[in-house]
């Protein structure tokens, strides 16, 4: 989400805090950026900028990792670790922030969001309980079957590295 809205921040020439959007699911091919529900400064992100510029920011933010690999000859760092630091803040200072992170999907959140019993990115309100909501945004039904796939490839790479024995 944070790569998302940078790109998007850069392209618009507007401050990261005034667009609000999510990219949610796995990671890499797997990047769900939920184009309906995002906006900058309440405007609808797709009145913002044409289709194609959309596409190219939605296909950078889904393969940035290897722009920022060979840039620094190193995997990213910074972000991963500003992230966990903003949640672990959220947490300890019941903040009630909500942000994307790995949640735990089963019950009603499972069934709204079509995936039981896994791990994978969906947006969550962080406070000192932790995760103490899971955010239901809506979805297109293309946003919807690129989710599922998402969560399928990644209930698939846990089952192989339950193969391998890893966990």
């Known amino acids: 989400t944070a790569r998302f809205k940078s790109f998007l921040s850069m392209e618009l020439g507007v401050s990261v805090r005034n667009i609000n959007a999510y990219v949610i699911g796995g990671h890499g091919d797997d990047m769900v950026p939920l184009l309906s ?5 309440g405007i609808p992100l797709k009145e913002t900028l044409p289709e194609e510029k959309l596409n190219a920011i939605v296909e950078r933010t889904k393969f ?4 920022i690999v060979n840039l620094m000859g190193t995997s990213a760092y910074h972000a ?3 992230s966990t630091a903003y949640m672990v803040e959220a947490i300890l200072q019941d ?8 949640a735990y999907l089963e019950g009603e959140d499972g069934k709204f969001y079509e995936a039981d019993d896994v791990y994978v990115g969906v947006p969550v309100k962080l406070g000192r309980n932790g995760v103490e909501e899971i955010i239901k945004l809506n979805m297109t039904e293309e946003e919807r079957n690129l ?3 998402s969560v399928a490839s990644v209930k698939s790479g846990i089952d192989r590295i339950k193969e391998l024995g890893l966990i």
């Open 95 to 102: 903040k009630k922030e909500i942000m994307p992170c790995s």
């Open 37 to 41: 529900v995002s906006s900058v400064a």
């Open 64 to 67: 940035g990792g290897g722009e």
């Open 80 to 82: 991963p670790g500003s």
């Open 147 to 149: 989710w599922r796939k």
